[in-house]
DNA sequence: ATATTAATCGGACTGCGGTCCGTTTAGTCC
DNA sequence: GGACTAAACGGACCGCAGTCCGATTAATAT
């Protein structure tokens, strides 16, 4: 008679990982936020991050697939708990409050999440098939979608959805606050005017 | 005594181009345009580009100075055309009808061309350093501003057109229309609708 | 024609993201 | 402990955009 093995395997998660890969994973973590922090992250290389974690080059990709993958890992928990603020959160961000004022929040919080993590956001995103596809750029269109269909818009919201999720897009909010040197309270009041004549439109 | 020369030099162009450069020139736009046609804008790399013109590398980029010059100056001619009708043809597009219907009109005409010229667009906007300074965009970003602002829109115009611009980005319609399947048309009329609620807004 | 000079030429070179594949090793079963 | 296997390892390798610099050549002055 033999017992059901109570860890790895069986419960539907990926195969669990092998000692080695796990300890490799957090040397090119903890290498990554070295590097990012001496730097920025706009000089990690793959290769100096395999250098530097004293790992082979293969290895740091097929831990994390390309180095977008690598930025996104590192911006997963920030990511998640900006994630958790505007969809279980308390309101104006979070349910409870009018669709139009969430959308204002959900903006000037999204304005300043690209403030704090500008670099990181724009190298995550940078991948060269689908930059539409991060996972986490879906998941903000479609809240904005969701968003404006509780305000009250008819018309295309899915589009509409993309119109503004484009003005959110981390690389012109970037661009415009350190190249053409606006005001990211700027940014924001624009913002809600823009949403606000959206919505209320016509 | 000596006669002031005529051609070269002196009337404050770019020093005429030595006949190899320029014969060079033409052969690479020529190869150029064959590999387009035959694989594709987003096939062409400089090196097989170099190969096909039966010239140095070297030559290429001094020619063009980068894979996005190169495509600018494939676009140049029919991007000329664009600008043309814009700014000095007839109404609606051209001046002469209200600001909201040039606007509608803007935004339909460019996505007309980002639909003809899609690979091309974007290759030349691909730039390492500085997607918004292509000279193009910056143009039509301010097109919309002026239009905005001729519409009676009191907000922030600058912003409201970088968010316009955003939505007019060729990476995203591209996008939307080949991944995400949405027709041509659609887009068109979506665009009515945001500049129309935006600038009637409130 | 010859000399001068400055622009042009071309291809070797760099740094990058990403892939491949022969070798090593962690976990498992006896 | 020893054999087995699937996974992980690592660094050589690829294609790419872009740079560099010694050799070449077109235009001009003599």
């Known amino acids: ?30 290498a990554a936020r070295e590097l990012i922090a001496e730097c920025g992250a706009d000089a990690l290389t793959m290769d100096r991050l395999a250098e530097r974690a004293g790992v082979g080059k293969g290895t740091a990709f097929r831990r994390f697939g390309s180095r977008a993958g690598l930025m996104m890992t590192l ?5 998640a708990a900006f994630q958790a603020r505007f969809m279980f959160g308390p309101p104006p961000l979070g349910p409870g409050a009018p669709g139009l004022e969430r959308l204002i929040a959900f903006g000037a919080a999204r304005i300043a999440y690209v403030m704090v993590h500008g670099d990181l956001v724009r190298a995550a995103e940078s991948t060269a098939h689908g930059r539409y596809e991060v996972p986490a750029a879906l998941l903000w269109q479609r809240h904005i979608e969701f968003l404006l269909r509780e305000a ?27 190249v053409q040197g606006v005001a990211p309270e700027r940014l924001t009041e624009s913002w809600r005017e823009l949403v606000t004549r959206v919505v209320s439109g016509r």
């Open 152 to 178: 009250g818009m008819d018309a295309d919201p899915f589009l509409m959805a993309m119109s503004l999720s484009a003005t959110l897009d981390p690389d012109r909010l970037l661009h415009a606050v350190r």
């Open 75 to 79: 911006l997963s928990d920030s990511e």
């Open 1 to 30: 008679m033999s017992f059901i093995p109570l860890l790895p395997g069986s419960l539907s998660g990926p195969p669990a990982e092998r000692s080695d890969a796990a300890r490799n994973r957090e040397r090119l973590l903890g």
